[in-house]
């Protein structure tokens, strides 16, 4: 006689593997700070599902539910076969359940690590990953943080765009019809976006992709250094050269996105129009699986270091991230924090306050101003916080005036300790 004495749920499993008598919860396939995404089946349908579980208090106290709604509205939105699917969201009182296609392809990076790409094979992914975007733009989205981490393939080998963490809607335009907010993953950025000028989302977008062809077709980064300064002065001035094998074409492609002036560099009609994205080659039905090496072109001497915000984090913890910025100045110092930029500007307030000194802010930024006068007048503490990804913002506090003596015994025996249970560190998985 069969055995039906129920099988006990594995450690890596939910506490229960039945959703809303729906879904069956099965092995975990990911995890971060915010979420755990488990391999799921729809009981009604029989389909395939990855159901990311994301926990209430902590996204609450990261400052990051408005964010999260704003993803959900967004995904609703965007109904496009390059984009993944949100088939529904579900929640408890301690958890949200988002109910995603899943796919079995992995992510596009993956690929081009096993060597770059032929052309005919790029330009077929391009085309899709340009189509998405440019639906997303037309329903008024701007995804903000477009890279090959973030576009996966279906077993058929289409392309996927996933992860509108940092994606906005056009009614966030400030005044001036531009975004303000600084954010994605450093080597993808357009240089307006460093430059803090305000910035078109569509063009913004369009420049990540250029980055994104470019890799595609060598192999490497074009703008790329391990100081993210002079990786930032390289991006503003679109400091890069193509390799040999660049077809002409191609060249003046990614010249018209990667084009530093976002007046003059390419839209997305424009780009779409021209004869090298028109050009159309049949592509076989049975694309090969990821591990095998289906439109790779191997170069031994290409480089392929990948430089993302996690990379970059993870080369120096807590408050001393001096190495990724240059030599640090005796009156600055930056940390990394998964919190939201609202809770670090919060807690900066607070500790201001406890010292009896003035407080300015705004969104990303604050200002602290003792009210007595020291050595060389009032010590003046300044912040400003930068969203590097959903779930990573890097802050950068320096003296805005007075002493650096001054300065100095403040942050070590006030801010330093005020603010150590928000700093980043190496056991606090960054990835959602």
């Known amino acids: 006689m069969a055995d039906t004495t129920p099988k006990p749920i594995q450690s890596n499993q939910p506490t229960s593997n039945l959703l809303n008598n729906k879904y069956e919860l099965g092995r975990l396939i990911g995890f971060g700070s915010f979420a755990r995404v488990y ?11 990855a159901m990311k579980v994301v926990s209430k208090d902590k996204i609450i106290k990261a400052g990051m539910m408005d964010q999260v709604k704003r993803e959900i509205s967004i995904m609703k939105k965007v109904h496009h076969p390059n984009i993944v699917k949100l088939h529904e969201v579900m929640a408890t009182k301690s958890k949200i359940y988002f109910a995603m296609e899943y796919l079995r392809g992995g992510e596009l990076f993956e690929k081009v690590s096993q060597g770059r790409l032929k052309e005919d094979s790029a330009r077929n992914f391009f085309k899709q990953l340009v189509c998405a975007v440019d639906f997303c733009h037309s329903r008024g989205v701007y995804h903000r943080d477009l890279k090959l981490e973030n576009l996966l393939l279906d077993e058929n080998g289409n392309l996927k765009v996933t992860d509108f963490g940092l994606s906005v809607f056009s009614e966030n335009l400030k005044q001036d019809g531009l975004l303000h907010t600084a954010c994605g993953t450093p080597v993808y ?14 063009k913004a977008d369009l420049w990540s992709c250029g980055v994104i062809l470019f890799v595609l077709l060598s192999g490497y980064l074009p703008c790329q250094s391990k100081n993210i300064i002079s990786m930032y002065k390289k991006i503003y001035r679109a400091d890069f050269k193509f390799p040999p094998w660049f ?10 996105l990667l084009d530093p002036n976002p007046i003059t560099r390419i839209s997305a009609s424009e780009l779409m129009d021209t004869s090298w994205f028109k050009f159309n080659k049949t592509i076989p039905k049975n694309v090969k699986r990821m591990s095998e090496s289906d439109g790779i072109e191997s170069d031994d001497e290409k480089e392929k270091e990948t430089l ?14 001096s190495p990724l910025f240059g030599e640090r100045k005796e009156e600055e110092m930056r940390f990394a924090t998964a919190a939201a930029a609202s809770r670090v500007i919060e807690r900066m307030e607070e500790v201001g306050k406890a010292a009896e ?5 705004s969104e990303s930024k604050v200002r602290l101003v003792g009210n007595e006068s020291g050595r060389k007048g009032k010590l003046a503490i300044e912040a400003e916080t930068f969203a590097v990804t959903a779930a990573l913002t890097v802050v950068e506090v320096k003296k805005g005036g ?14 330093r300790p005020a603010l150590t249970d928000i700093v980043w560190t190496a056991d606090k998985s960054l990835t959602t």
Request: charged fraction near 20%.
């Open 247 to 256: 077809s002409p074409e191609t060249q003046m492609i990614v010249n018209g």
């Open 39 to 49: 391999h799921a089946k729809n009981l009604l349908t029989g389909e395939t599902v």
């Open 402 to 415: 007075g002493d650096t003596f001054e300065y100095n015994q403040f942050c070590s025996k006030e801010l």
């Open 308 to 321: 993302n915000a996690f990379h970059i984090i993870s080369l120096s913890e807590g408050f001393d991230l």
């Open 357 to 361: 000194f003035s407080v300015r802010k």
């Open 189 to 202: 950025v357009a240089p307006e976006v460093i430059g803090k000028r305000g910035y078109d989302g569509a």
